[in-house]
């Protein structure tokens, strides 16, 4: 089944050692989105690629970088993780940004831990 | 801006009633969508529903049905027979112009069915 697949599921990471979560998709949707969410809270948009164009949303900090080097793969890379930065990190894709119509496809989600 | 409010952080049902979650929205586009997703204990955002803000009539997925109330704002979701795999956070979510087309959510509610 096509889909989305986050690795790993959990991640224990320490505090400011830089750790990766990878997402692929097996979709060939052009649209590819990074979320956190924490705790009981809504996933709040960090960037999205259009294709290989990355958009950062205006206030995703600094710490986190995005890398897509194809169309199936796209990493979160956290460069220097604290305390706040444990959540629930959501992979999701769609077919494309400017449409109504599809929603967006969700992995399964990687839960970070940072000790 | 877009914005989607859920006024129930949580809620009870009795398996096999029926239960309505609320979801109201304020946008100024005249074209948008509606979604409903259901997220489990174990974080994957899964996809329930959908309503254009031009659909003519209420969108209804097996045991899942949208209120779709244009005037008033409001696409409340309708589960009918509830099941104990119900219980689950449910978030209300639009995409349209005004968010450049990203999917927003609403800060979703908790819905525990009892045996």
């Known amino acids: 089944d096509a889909m989305v697949i986050q690795n790993p599921r959990y991640q224990v990471t320490q505090f400011g050692k830089p750790v990766t979560l990878s997402c692929s998709q097996t979709?060939?949707?052009?649209?590819m989105y990074w979320y956190q969410q924490k705790s009981s809270q809504a996933p709040k948009l960090l960037f999205h690629?259009?294709?290989?164009?990355?958009?950062n949303e205006a206030d995703t900090p600094d710490n986190f970088q995005s890398r897509r080097p194809n169309t199936s793969f796209c990493f979160l890379d956290i460069r220097s993780p604290g305390l706040g930065d444990a959540a629930m990190y959501l992979c999701a894709t769609s077919r494309e940004t400017r449409t109504l119509i599809y929603g967006y496809t969700f992995g399964s989600g990687t839960r970070l831990t940072v000790v | 801006a877009q914005k989607i409010t859920q006024t129930q952080p949580g809620m009870f049902v009795q398996e096999k009633e029926a239960v309505t979650l609320d979801c109201t929205y304020d946008t100024s586009d005249p074209s948008y969508g509606l979604f409903w997703y259901k997220q489990p204990s174990s974080g994957e955002m899964i996809f329930l529903i959908y309503?254009?803000?031009?659909?003519?009539q209420n969108a209804t997925e097996g045991r899942y049905s949208l209120n779709f109330q244009k005037a008033r704002k409001s696409a409340n979701l309708v589960i009918s027979a509830s099941q104990l795999g119900d219980s689950a956070m449910y978030f209300c979510a639009m995409r349209g112009m005004d968010s450049s087309y990203k999917l927003i959510f609403g800060s979703g509610t908790r819905l525990l069915v009892r045996p």
């Open positions: 690629y259009y294709d290989k164009d990355f958009n």
């Open positions: 309503q254009g803000s031009y659909d003519q």
């Open positions: 979709l060939n949707h052009n649209v």
